[in-house]
């Protein structure tokens, strides 16, 4: 008889158990502040110490910044991941040319494109500050450019680099970005 009894309770017992670590658990992540659409820590495409300036075009797709180099060559210079990621490889002759896209999860994903070259294989885990191409002149471009996006759930969003949202001049030279990705 009690054994029957302590067989039967004790299910009770765990599930309510269970229940209290999930409505703890719960507890701990709103508290961090862990919103499933909270970005990523992004940090710039580019080198650690570099200063590039960045403009927006009407005709651009989304809410892209295209980065040229103040302070040395834009061709050629490294891609950075801007934060951790599963990184893809694509092509599109006559638009986007080489281009990476990096899976952040949560509906996240960054874009690169015009690179030079890849720096990584199709379907590779990549660290935040993690060189991932060359900047290039592939696709449809007039020059060596840096094409940035941040999505959400394939829509483009407004680009914030370690939680500053930056602004979106109409021409090069009005504004600038330092990076300090991968400076350790
Ligand atoms: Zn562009």
């Given at each position: 008889?009690?054994?029957?009894?302590?067989?039967?309770?004790?299910?009770?017992?765990?599930?309510?158990?269970?229940?209290?670590?999930?409505?703890?658990?719960?507890?701990?992540?709103?508290?961090?502040?862990?919103?499933?659409?909270?970005?990523?820590?992004?940090?710039?495409?580019?080198?650690?110490?570099?200063?590039?300036?960045?403009?927006?075009?009407?005709?651009?797709v989304r809410r892209a910044?295209?980065?040229?180099?103040?302070?040395?060559?834009?061709?050629?210079?490294?891609?950075?991941?801007?934060?951790?990621?599963?990184?893809?490889?694509?092509?599109?002759?006559?638009?986007?040319?080489?281009?990476?896209?990096?899976?952040?999860?949560?509906?996240?994903?960054?874009?690169?494109?015009?690179?030079?070259?890849?720096?990584?294989?199709?379907?590779?885990?990549?660290?935040?500050?993690?060189?991932?191409?060359?900047?290039?002149?592939?696709?449809?471009?007039?020059?060596?450019?840096?094409?940035?996006e941040?999505?959400?759930?394939?829509?483009g969003?407004?680009?914030?680099?370690?939680?500053?949202?930056?602004?979106?001049?109409?021409?090069?030279?009005?504004?600038?970005?330092?990076?300090?990705?991968?400076?350790?």
């Open positions: 008889m009690s054994r029957r009894r302590s067989t039967r309770r004790r299910p009770l017992l765990l599930a309510v158990i269970a229940a209290l670590v999930a409505l703890l658990g719960l507890g701990a992540t709103a508290v961090a502040g862990e919103d499933p659409k909270a970005a990523p820590d992004f940090r710039a495409p580019f080198p650690c110490g570099q200063s590039w300036t960045y403009s927006h075009h009407s005709a651009e910044l295209d980065f040229v180099r103040n302070d040395g060559e834009t061709a050629g210079a490294p891609v950075l991941a801007s934060a951790a990621g599963t990184a893809t490889r694509h092509v599109e002759d006559g638009g986007a040319g080489n281009y990476i896209v990096i899976d952040h999860g949560d509906g996240w994903q960054t874009y690169y494109f015009h690179l030079d070259a890849f720096s990584v294989d199709d379907g590779a885990q990549v660290a935040q500050g993690q060189q991932i191409g060359t900047t290039g002149a592939t696709g449809n471009v007039t020059g060596a450019h840096q094409h940035y941040q999505l959400l759930n394939g829509e969003q407004d680009i914030t680099i370690a939680g500053t949202p930056l602004p979106y001049p109409p021409e090069y030279g009005q504004e600038s970005l330092t990076s300090d990705n991968g400076c350790g």
